[in-house]
């Protein structure tokens, strides 16, 4: 349990946070391993775990059936993978596809979910490190949209 | 042909047409019946015409030590840049330059270098490239992020490999739209400024490429805690005489022909944001 | 010391012939098309004796005057720019040959020209021109060459336009330089000019004329001349830290208000005489065997003027009025080191909407955004 909460606070995205917090967000924490090619997870699917990559590299993918899986975003060590276990009603947008192998550490979503409803200035830590990350995504994704190497 | 007349074109034959992409190729000019070749810095420009066609300004694209011949990698987007699609080895289109500022790159000895290129923009950096690579051991960490939009889009694409294998540089390539077979990062190019190894007390960054993309790299470069005046930015404008003499290139109260393209940040900085400017 | 003379009305004809004689094509106003313009003309009696105008914005009219003086009009719609720096010019020719093309510049010995009649404030526009296609870091040879040897004969103004402001930019109404000789025309008690030699041609010329030395009263009458000119300016403009007022109102909504009634005809930039900007053209004939290319006045109120692929850079008529006038009384300081205007009025006169320069500085520094505008 001690080395869990150890991993858990070298992972960038609980940098700075309190003891109290760290323990709680470890209590729900399990070190996880995949092979290359193994799916984090799939489309459609619940979202019960939050991701945070130690190691390697995982593709965000959508499949479709004339294009086959196209890449949306790529993301590594440091990195965390899965929002769609925050909102209701909690199924994953896309696939999450091991590039390599991967090890990562998983988060039950249902326990952090339990935790923050139960202790909302814990809930407003852990909204409070998302945010800016989603704003990151967003923002990336309208300057992807505006296509500014475009063809004539 | 009258020497003094810097509005006169001198002929250069094609050596080399070489296809970088759908619609980018690579022109190798040899320049070496010019008295003097074409000497030019990292970042320069050159106007080539096509007879009967017309005129455009096309950065330099290859190595500044080679003075007997010119590389222009061409997007084939406008009536001149299509003729010059058409051309093959043998043929002669007309030269005039190399025009504008350079980038500063003796001022990157000692220093990181962050090198941030969008699309097209790779062009005018890669005589940066060379110029850092022939003598790597006067350089900290060499860092190159390049955004395109598609796989398909990627310029000089063996050369990055090779830089990255061979030339003890960070190379990092995102695009904004992956393909089946694209197993690298997809994602805007400012992305990548998060793993670029620097001391941002300590280096130097060049960006060229659409200015959206510069507005943005910029921002995040600041953010590093790279400082303005470290920062060089390399800015379009129509151009149709490249010595300041047609007006079309102003930005503000720079011209972009003879003052510019390659800017330092703090030069450009107070215009860059205003609109239709 | 002595270098005010006196000729008369004959003398000044002598010295329109005598220049004439010296090989030069004479270019002065003549009376066309129901305005003053710059042409060739012969001698004294192509002059417009008896003509004067009337100015407004966006108005231009010829008066019958009640006496025969020669120089009594103002700003006339041509600017002097036409002569140096030609609303199109072939710049070059390419022919095709076996092993490519060959091409031979066009930049050759002009017409070698007098300017008859030229005003302060276009001595500074000359100047100005001068300072961008001659002496920046590249040299224009089509223009140097037209340049290089005019002789210019100036004319004090005894009178101001209505929509003239010299005064305020400081290019007049005297004119102190820039000219090989200088004409004050003085109507009473007889007609007769006051001139000023500025440089040995023009001393040199003057001694092949009738002349005698001014005296302190007909010194005295010109200057009084020129200050009824000064006086009877119709329009002002406050340049006070200018170049901080424009840069710091980029985002005025005057801008915006002034882009709806204006055209974008480019009028005002075609009268202008310091505008320079210009576009190329390139033509081939139909064997496709000779190449010329064409430079021609361009505006930066054309909506391609800004053009980059993928689209034009000032889409919107207020971000081109923008540009036209921040570049004229602002970034053309930072590019030449002085204002890019000279106050003759002309873009107020030929504006067909009456948008009048001095009255947009005017609204922008009382509604000045971000007190860019005043004093440090």
Sequence with gaps: MEDLKRIVTEHPFFEGMEEEHLALVAGCARNMRFRGGEFLFREGEAANTFYCLRAGEVALEIHSPHKGAIRIARRGAGDVVGWSWIVAPYRWFCDARALGEVRALGFDAVCLRGKWEADKAFGYEMYRRFVPLMLANLQATRMQMLDVYGRQ | ?277 | MENRFLITLEGLGALLAELKGMGRTLIGPVVRDGAIVYDEITGLRDLPAGWGDVQEAGRYRLEKRDDGALFAYNSSPMAWKRFLHPPALTLWKARRRDDGFRIESEAQAPPLHAFIGVRACDLRAIAIQDRVLMEDRFRDPHYAARRRDVFILAAQCAQAGNTCFCASMDSGPRATQGFDLALTELLHPEHRFLLEVGSEAGGRLLSRVPHQVAGEADWAAALQATENARAQMGRHVDTRNIKTLLYGNAEHPRWEETAQRCLACANCTMVCPTCFCTAIEDHTDLEGSEARRVRHWDSCFTSQFSHIHGGVVRAGIASRYRQWLTHKLASWQDQFGTLGCVGCGRCISWCPEGIDITEELAVIRAQDQNGAGEDA
């Design chain 2, 1 to 277: 042909m009258d020497a003094s007349d810097p509005l006169c074109p001198r002929p250069a034959p094609v050596r080399a047409v070489h296809h970088e992409t759908a619609d980018v190729f690579t022109l190798i000019l040899d320049v070496s019946a010019i008295p003097g070749g074409a000497a030019f810095a990292p970042g320069q420009f050159m106007m080539l015409y096509v007879f009967g066609v017309g005129e455009a300004p096309i950065s330099i694209s290859g190595d500044a030590r080679d003075s007997r011949t010119l590389a222009h990698t061409i997007r084939a987007v406008g009536g001149v840049t299509r003729a010059l699609r058409n051309l093959r080895p043998g043929d002669v289109l007309g030269v005039r330059g190399p025009y504008g500022s350079a980038w500063p790159v003796a001022a990157a000895r000692g220093r990181d270098v962050v090198i941030v290129a969008g699309g097209i923009g790779l062009a005018p950096l890669r005589p940066v490239i060379y110029h850092l690579l022939r003598r790597r051991e006067d350089y900290g960490h060499i860092n190159i992020c390049c955004g395109a939009r598609s796989p398909g889009d990627i310029l000089y694409t063996g050369e990055l490999q090779r830089w990255r294998e061979e030339g003890d540089m960070q190379v990092m390539v995102t695009v904004d739209h992956g393909d089946p077979g694209w197993r690298g990062q997809v994602g805007v190019v400012t992305e990548l400024l998060d793993r670029v190894r620097c001391d941002p007390a300590n280096t130097l960054a060049f960006t060229c490429g659409p200015e959206i993309m510069m507005r943005f790299t910029v921002r995040k470069l600041r953010e590093l805690g790279i400082a303005g005046e470290a920062i060089h930015v390399s800015m379009e404008r129509n151009m149709h005489c490249a010595v300041g003499f047609c007006g079309h290139c102003q930005f503000g109260p720079l011209f972009v022909c003879k003052d510019g393209p390659v800017f330092p940040w703090p030069r450009i900085a107070p215009f860059f944001g205003i609109r239709e400017l």
